[in-house]
């Protein structure tokens, strides 16, 4: 197992070469109120089938699968798609729409930002991080559930373009709740297939006749992925990295990051263990035991991300802020 300290190192590397592409996953907006998935299905199960209890067996695509069978039968469809849209929009108080730990992350040099979340957190951090005096940096969301497949031929090729110009929304975009993905159908409708496996772990179902297996494909063979805000048990995502570690023959070889949270040292074992299987090398931060009633302490993935940046030598500062700040010292 790779030590924490190599694997920064490997990490800021990768970072000054402008080569990794960063991959957001809910845990990334939790900080400013977004839900993560089990409690997005959880307040979906309360709102529209409060009588339904959640197997513990059940995964969250499959309850999702039920709680939306359930809506259609009650001809509840255009509630649940304003219900969608509602949670996932910016906010309407003008309150800010991402913190500062957003604007350090866009920050870093990335050559290109994918998200699987709805709204646009991304896009608003990039907006203050790159802003040009008043002039916000404009970024726009790309949504690859779009019928327009061929603007991701753009994103692609903005991929060493320097300041971001697009976020790629893998899972769909909060203005067109009609076609997120959440549910196994939505999974199956766009990835294929559930995965299969034999007994020695190896991929029964190889076939990648879909656009986002072929865009996840394309981005894990053409750049190291980053994971943030991501457990990594999406069972569609392990299977695109299980189909590349026998396509490539990638062995034990460590070709992605993923920023990882741990409480015990048994944890941080298990979490290492099950990233070496899928060619991933964990970066890790502390988060101590939650008190009972109260939310786990993340801070240190803010403090993880600013020792990245120093590192790279990249201000968490946006460039206005900076300009302003060193014209203040030169009075």
Not at 46 to 52: D, E, Y
Not at 80 to 86: A, D, G, R, S, V
Request: some cysteine; proline content about 5%; overall charge negative.
């Amino acid at each position: 197992m790779v030590d924490n300290e190599s694997a920064k190192r490997k990490f800021v590397a990768a970072l000054k070469e402008r080569r990794t592409v960063l991959l957001a996953g809910a845990g990334s907006s939790r900080s400013v109120g977004y839900p993560l998935w089990p409690q997005l299905i959880e307040t979906l199960r309360k709102t529209f089938a409060s009588h339904f209890d959640w197997p513990r067996n059940m995964s969250v695509t499959a309850f999702a699968s039920k709680i939306v069978a359930e809506i259609r039968k009650n001809k509840k469809q255009e509630a649940y798609h304003n219900f969608l849209e509602k949670t996932f929009e910016p906010r309407r108080d003008g309150s800010r729409q991402h913190d500062d730990l957003h604007v350090a992350l866009v920050r870093l040099p990335f050559c290109g930002l994918v998200t699987t979340n709805y709204e646009r957190v991304l896009e608003s951090a990039i907006a203050e991080a790159f802003a040009d005096g008043a002039v916000p940096h404009f970024c726009e969301e790309i949504d690859l559930c779009d019928e327009r497949s061929y603007r991701v031929m753009a994103f692609f090729r903005s991929l060493t373009a320097g300041k971001p110009r697009w976020v790629l929304h893998l899972h769909g975009y909060y203005k067109y709740p009609q076609r997120l993905i959440l549910t196994d159908e939505d999974y199956v409708g766009n990835y294929g297939d559930h995965p299969a496996y034999d007994q020695t772990g190896r991929t029964l179902n190889v076939n990648l006749n879909s656009l986002h297996r072929k865009v996840l494909w394309a981005l894990c063979v053409s750049h190291p992925l980053v994971f943030v805000g991501f457990s990594l048990e999406d069972g569609f995502f392990v299977h695109i990295l299980h189909i590349l570690r026998q396509d490539l023959q990638l062995g034990d070889d460590l070709e992605h990051f993923a920023i990882m949270h741990y409480t015990t040292e048994e944890q941080r074992e298990q979490i290492a263990e099950k990233l070496q299987l899928l060619n991933t090398m964990p970066i890790f931060y502390y988060v101590p035991p939650a008190t009972a009633g109260q939310e786990p302490d993340h801070s240190g993935l803010k403090r993880l991300i600013y020792e990245l940046a120093a590192e790279v030598g990249v201000s968490v500062v946006p460039e206005s802020i900076a300009r302003l700040n060193q014209r203040m010292l030169e009075l």
